[in-house]
């Protein structure tokens, strides 16, 4: 029998040693979880290495976090129409500011205003009801903020 | 009166009584509701409140920390014009990371597309993100349990688990996974996971001026996007998938697939 056990042997080896080397491979919370098998197979402590992933934006309500410091800057902002936007989307996500980093640095471009305020002509669109300008013929290569103030966009315009 | 109409009659009025008053009340999904006090997810695409400016792409970017030059994203807003014979438009420069700022359309290989505006019928812009489906088909394909539902909604995917197959990426409808270009492994939104367990809103809603995003917990009957589940006017992307998303949109046109 022993041209039946040379094999076989061989066999249960493999079997074991892939058992094995499963046994202290897969993680001990990998399995079927709460929501089942078809949808729910998996490791268990990976939910919270997602819950720990780094936050880097605030967006703190009423910008109440930029309001501890900057209360100024902040009253202007909600008295003017741009009141809508928040802080971190123009000033860079606060991360651990004032902590690090010190200084957010401020995107100042004239793409950043165009994003919104480059006039579209879609008949119903939301975009219609932002004032818009023709980017191409409205002092091409300026920055916007050389003339307009993004805090008080009123100012100087009437 | 016949005998066999008494017995008919008589079986009648016993089926009849034998309904319990509780049975022909209709369920209030308000209370179903609010006896489950756990948490699910539910995300609002308002659409007719999208001005096309992109700050959630650009603050998903980098919130998540996805490759900014590359053409992949967790969240991405398109762009659609129909005109008046009906030809549809559309387009998703760079997944609209900088916006809209030009008239003319980003059709890829066949250029930049100039439409006349007094041809126009109608423009509008459609946010994108994961619809975290209720019976997801990236979840279900996945060969080695490394993509998963969460028990209040999102899926996820275990970076240290994914093989890079790439089976997920295929199988959604909606084309919300991508390949993470540094990761090497397969990548798609979240709902910022990591920012509901903190108690704060995704990224993507937080950057949003326009209020065209809003993301809420379908289990508090009280929470503004339940409430407009429950009662507005909604709708969801691909139904004939049965995917059951929860992702929710208002102001969704046919043209939008």
Redesign the interface.
């Known amino acids: 029998m022993s041209h039946v056990w040379r094999p076989l042997w061989v066999v249960i080896i493999l079997v074991a040693g892939v058992l094995t080397f499963r046994h202290f491979y897969v993680p001990k919370d990998?399995g079927i979880?709460?929501?089942g098998y078809?949808?729910?197979?998996?490791?268990l402590g990976?939910?919270k290495?997602?819950?720990?992933?780094?936050?880097?934006?605030k967006?703190s309500k009423d910008d109440s976090y930029c309001q501890q410091c900057h209360p100024g800057h902040v009253k202007s902002l909600l008295a003017s129409p741009h009141a809508?936007?928040?802080c971190?989307?123009c000033h860079?996500?606060a991360l651990n500011h004032p902590d690090n980093p010190a200084k957010l640095q401020i995107d100042k471009r004239r793409?950043l205003c165009?994003?919104?305020h480059?006039n579209?002509?879609?008949?119903?669109?939301?975009?219609n009801?932002?004032p818009g300008i023709d980017?191409v013929t409205h002092n091409p290569g300026q920055e916007c903020v050389e003339c307009h103030n993004p805090h008080n966009v009123m100012e100087g315009l009437q | 009166m016949e005998r066999r109409d008494f017995i008919k009659s008589a079986i009648v009025v016993v089926a009849g009584a034998a309904v319990p008053m509780s049975a022909l009340e209709l369920m209030n999904p308000r209370d179903v509701l609010a006896a489950n006090p756990n948490l699910k997810w539910a995300f609002l695409v308002d659409t007719t409140k999208c001005v096309g400016c992109g700050m959630c792409v650009k603050a998903c970017k980098t919130e998540n920390d996805i490759p900014w030059t590359a053409n992949v994203s967790r969240t991405w807003v398109e762009r659609y014009v129909v005109t008046k014979e009906g030809k549809v438009w559309a387009d998703c420069p760079k997944q609209a990371r900088d916006g809209f700022t030009s008239p003319l359309l980003d059709e890829n290989a066949a250029g930049k597309i100039s439409v006349d505006t007094n041809d126009i019928a109608k423009g509008f812009f459609v946010p994108k993100l994961c619809n975290q489906c209720d019976n997801p088909p990236c979840a279900q394909v996945c060969p080695v349990g490394a993509t998963y539902k969460t028990p209040d909604g999102p899926i996820l995917v275990d970076r240290t688990w994914c093989i890079g197959c790439g089976y997920c990426i295929q199988s959604c409808p909606y084309g919300a996974r991508f390949f993470h270009p540094v990761l090497h492994v397969a990548d798609k939104c979240t709902w910022c996971y990591h920012r509901l367990h903190h108690g704060m809103k995704t990224a993507c809603v937080g950057a949003c001026p326009f209020g065209a995003r809003q993301i809420g917990n379908l289990r508090d009957p009280n929470d503004p996007v339940t409430q407009a589940v429950l009662d507005d006017r909604i709708g969801i992307l691909k139904p004939e998938y049965g995917t059951n998303p929860q992702a929710f949109y208002i102001g969704l046109s046919k043209e939008v697939d």
């Open positions: 990998f979880q709460e929501q078809m949808y729910g197979f998996h490791r990976n939910e290495d997602w819950k720990n992933f780094p936050i880097s934006y967006f809508i936007i928040p971190e989307d860079g996500p793409a165009l994003r919104c480059a579209l002509p879609y008949p119903g669109a939301g975009r009801v932002v980017p």
